[in-house]
């Protein structure tokens, strides 16, 4: 279980450091390693990337291993995204969550393509690891094609690992374990359908709450469907 992490603020509405280092260091304490920080439910769009950069080193030096993390990186611009993951890169981070480009849609595969391709080569590192971020919806704009998805992980095979599937439909996330579930990791987001999935991993908002409630259901699950 991936907490999608629930980023607390202050006053200003900027983000409250010293109670998300606490959070993380409570979560820990019950058992979880791996945290998605700047995801969908902890709204990684509101921020800035120096707001990003200085939790991150926060939370690193608060205990949280820099490769348990699974970081949200939001631009449109994959300029701007390959200089961020290359900042977060230096401090540890390894695993990054990127949702396709939000403005200009539709896209046709080859541009989602390019898209993608041009910003792994400008970040110039391969030893890190990209979790592509389907977002869902009622039109599934901003999502990547099986297509891309596939073409993707032929050209990086050791960077394009993974997809966050956030949409609530459960046979969109039953598409993408039949096609890609031998190659990549696919991550539910919504506990009701871990009930008929036979999935190791999601990533969980109710995990801020009940940790082991989305534990317990994703393991006995597992074993049920095994």
């Not at 998605?36 to 200085?54: C, I, Q, R, T």
């Not at 991993?201 to 009940?210: D, E, K, Q, R, T």
Request: negative net charge.
């Amino acid at each position: 279980v991936w907490p999608d992490v629930l980023v607390p603020l202050q006053e200003d509405l900027s983000i409250d450091q010293a109670k998300l280092c606490a959070h993380l260091r409570n979560l820990c304490a019950k058992g979880l390693e791996n945290f998605v920080l700047f995801g969908h439910a902890g709204e990684g769009s509101s921020f800035s990337v120096d707001e990003k950069l200085s939790t991150v080193t926060h939370v690193i030096a608060a205990g949280v291993e820099a490769q348990n993390i699974l970081l949200g990186v939001h631009s449109s611009s994959f300029i701007e995204i390959a200089q961020f993951i290359r900042k977060a890169y230096e401090k540890g981070v390894r695993r990054f969550l990127v949702p396709g480009p939000l403005h200009g849609q539709p896209f046709t595969h080859l541009t989602l393509f390019e898209y993608v391709d041009q910003l792994i080569r400008r970040v110039g590192h391969d030893d890190w690891q990209l979790f592509l971020h389907q977002l869902g919806g009622l039109s599934h704009a901003a999502d990547f094609p099986e297509v891309t998805l596939n073409d993707l992980h032929k050209v990086h095979p050791k960077i394009c690992v993974g997809v966050v599937d956030q949409d609530v439909h459960m046979n969109h996330t039953v598409d993408l374990i039949r096609s890609f579930g031998e190659l990549m990791t696919i991550a539910p987001c919504h506990e009701s359908n871990l009930a008929v999935l036979n999935l190791k991993v999601c990533v969980s908002a109710l995990a801020n709450l009940i940790p082991h409630v989305v534990e317990h259901l994703l393991v006995d699950e597992g074993i049920n469907n095994a």
